[in-house]
């Protein structure tokens, strides 16, 4: 294994910069809720690296150990309290263990399976995002003296939005199933959340509701693959 952070003596962190120095390693399927955390990385002086699934997060972790795990709950292979439970059962655990959700249940699964803190999605804050990692942190690794509050939220690139849209557009392609149904729409209301999309939000709300009351779900899903493939188009426009 990689130990490419402990912590890089070389790289301590700064007032402005108290991240420098970490690897961040996020668990994440969207590439605009990526593109957010990228954003605060990069302010913050920290290095990310990226896993789009259980899987993948199990595979970059066999070689490397950072020092700062994300993990998003809703995973397209899995719930992420289950590798949080693995983590957190590692004599090599990294330092942080952070789960991240727009669903507000999902915070007591992440803190039942190890989680040491829980980021609330839409994540578009660098303050917020920078405090849930240090807090956790050893006292000798944080910057020393009051930090700048940054309150300006961070805006992802358009483009990772819309290639969001043409991932989901590929599953709507293929057959879809009760287990299909309930990842789309929770992928696509955390997504339209973010980027303020309420004509999504909603139709993938509406989805969601026809579904777990058994309701008929052809006309909720054909306006939601409506909606998705018309922001697609928008991709290609581009």
Same mark, same amino acid.
């Given at each position: ?52 699934? $259980? %899987? ?5 972790? &066999?070689?490397?150990? *950072?020092?700062? =795990?994300?993990? #998003?709950?809703?995973? @397209? +292979? ?55 990692? $240090? %807090? ?5 690794? &944080?910057?020393?003296? *009051?930090?700048? =509050?940054?309150? #300006?939220?961070?805006? @992802? +690139? ?81």
């Amino acid at each position: 294994m990689i130990d490419d952070d402990t912590f890089d003596e070389l790289r301590r962190p700064t007032i402005t910069r108290p991240l420098l120095g970490l690897t961040i390693l996020v668990v994440e399927d969207s590439l605009y809720a990526c593109d957010a955390i990228r954003l605060m990385c990069l302010h913050s002086g920290a290095r990310l690296r990226r896993a789009d699934c $259980l %899987k993948s997060a199990r595979r970059h972790l &066999r070689v490397y150990r *950072p020092s700062v =795990v994300i993990v #998003d709950m809703g995973l @397209p +292979d899995g719930n992420g309290a289950e590798l949080i439970e693995e983590l957190r059962c590692t004599s090599s655990a990294p330092g942080v263990i952070l789960a991240c959700s727009g669903d507000p249940f999902a915070e007591d699964l992440a803190y039942a399976a190890g989680a040491d803190g829980f980021l609330a999605k839409p994540l578009t804050h660098l303050e917020a995002f920078q405090h849930a990692i $240090l %807090k956790n942190m050893p006292a000798d690794v &944080r910057p020393s003296g *009051p930090r700048p =509050v940054d309150l #300006d939220a961070v805006h @992802p +690139d358009p483009v990772t939005y819309r290639e969001d849209m043409a991932y989901i557009a590929e599953i709507l392609g293929g057959p879809v199933d009760a287990r299909a149904i309930g990842y789309v729409t929770s992928f696509l209301r955390g997504v339209a959340i973010a980027a303020e999309d309420d004509a999504l939000e909603r139709a993938a709300s509406e989805l969601d509701k026809a579904h777990s009351q058994g309701g008929p779900t052809l006309g909720p899903m054909s306006r939601l693959a409506g909606l998705v493939q018309s922001r697609v188009q928008d991709t290609m426009a581009m």
